[in-house]
């Protein structure tokens, strides 16, 4: 079952513009949720998260929006640098000790 | 940050033979560990949960027998692909927990089973 998504399997930005990346999920009971970097064979490097109780977290270049009432966040990269080019993955866990769900991931490409 | 490290990163073994992924945390205990698995383009699929101590928690459609897991130690956590097969060809990846939400990755493990 697929509790997170990721609808935009790519998205395409011009270097110094926005990327928005999108990611929804339906399990009421996710409390924390996390943004994931990820370049070819190798692993995920964690990028930013945001606890249920926020609805906005903010890192430098990087801002993840969190909408409860929608079970939909977002991570906002201002401006976006060729070098954020990667797959990034949307990741969601309900409790301290219980595992993580990851949506499908989307292909970020970043043009000089 | 915290600091995973998988091995190997890749490995091609003969059909039938098993393989063992190690994964450890270099500076911290790890009271979780998890075992992913990524198809080409797909996303991380989670495989089974390990605490230390105890027996591994598999997910639905994951063979525990195929897919061995080990946690013996609060850094070491072992992942064996018995009797394999070219279809477990695929990209292995271990994540371990410190008590807190947030999961550290390893690189990851190339296994192409010939």
């Known amino acids: 079952d697929q509790q997170v998504k990721q609808n935009s399997p790519s998205l395409s930005v011009q270097e110094g513009r926005i990327s928005i990346l999108n990611c929804d999920y339906t399990?009421?009971?996710?409390?924390?949720f996390l943004w994931y970097k990820k370049y070819p064979a190798e692993g995920p490097t964690f990028l930013i998260s945001?606890?249920?109780?926020?609805d906005k977290n903010e890192d430098g270049r990087f801002t993840v929006f969190l909408n409860k009432s929608a079970k939909h966040l977002s991570l906002h990269i201002v401006p976006s640098q060729p070098g954020d080019s990667a797959v990034y993955f949307c990741?969601?866990?309900?409790?301290?000790?219980?595992?993580?769900?990851f949506g499908a991931g989307t292909r970020l490409t970043v043009k000089p | 940050g915290a600091v995973v490290s998988q091995h190997p990163s890749w490995v091609i073994c003969k059909s039938g033979t098993s393989v063992k992924i190690e994964c450890r945390s270099l500076d911290f205990q790890a009271t979780t560990m998890f075992w992913y698995r990524q198809f080409p383009k797909q996303s991380l699929m989670l495989m089974a949960t390990s605490n230390e101590g105890s027996k591994a928690t598999y997910e639905q459609g994951v063979e525990k027998d195929k897919f061995l897991i080990n946690h013996a130690s609060l850094t070491l956590s072992t992942l064996t692909v018995t009797s394999a097969h070219p279809e477990d060809s695929s990209f292995y990846i271990c994540?371990?927990?410190?008590?807190?939400?947030?999961?550290?990755f390893g690189q990851g493990t190339r296994l192409t089973v010939v």
């Open positions: 990741a969601a866990s309900a409790g301290n000790n219980n595992d993580m769900r």
């Open positions: 945001i606890s249920s109780i926020k």
């Open positions: 994540s371990a927990r410190d008590g807190r939400v947030r999961a550290f």
């Open positions: 399990n009421s009971m996710f409390d924390y």
